[in-house]
Nanobody, 125 residues
Framework: QVQLQESGPGLVKPSQTLSLTCTVS??????????WSWIRQPPGKGLEWMGA???????YYIPSLKSRTSISRDTSKNQFTLQLSSVTPEDTAVYYC?????????????????WGQGTQVTVSS
């Protein structure tokens, strides 16, 4: 069974870049047809898919965040990374990494695919 674990700082200052890493175990991030996503949930709001990196290395982003978001991977470590630049307090959220067969950009919930436990990121000076 695939397991995912997020890591990164819990506090980021406004205008800085948020960087989170997801470490995958129990399966390879290059396994055919798997897409590895970053999803966030701001306080009191629903889940928001941010973007994904495919088994092939291709990347996909939600248009509203595309200019500030970059997802990359390190296949030697079986990890993929989120970078979100120019953060504001509105980027405060619990950030999750998730894996699923096929690209899914909407309708995520915790019953779909494999998820990390989530990590709280607060943007504050």
């Amino acid at each position: 069974q695939v397991q995912l674990q997020e890591s990164g700082p819990g506090l980021v200052k406004p205008s800085q870049t948020l960087s989170l890493t997801c470490t995958v175990s129990g399966g390879s991030i290059t396994t055919n047809y798997y897409y590895w996503s970053w999803i966030r949930q701001p306080p009191g709001k629903g889940l928001e898919w941010m973007g994904a990196i495919a088994y092939s290395g291709g990347t996909y982003y939600i248009p509203s965040l595309k200019s500030r978001t970059s997802i990359s991977r390190d296949t030697s470590k079986n990890q993929f990374t989120l970078q979100l630049s120019s953060v504001t307090p509105e980027d405060t959220a619990v950030y999750y990494c998730a894996g699923e067969v096929g690209l899914k950009t909407t309708g995520w919930d915790r019953r779909i695919g494999s998820w990390g436990q989530g990590t709280q990121v607060t943007v504050s000076s």
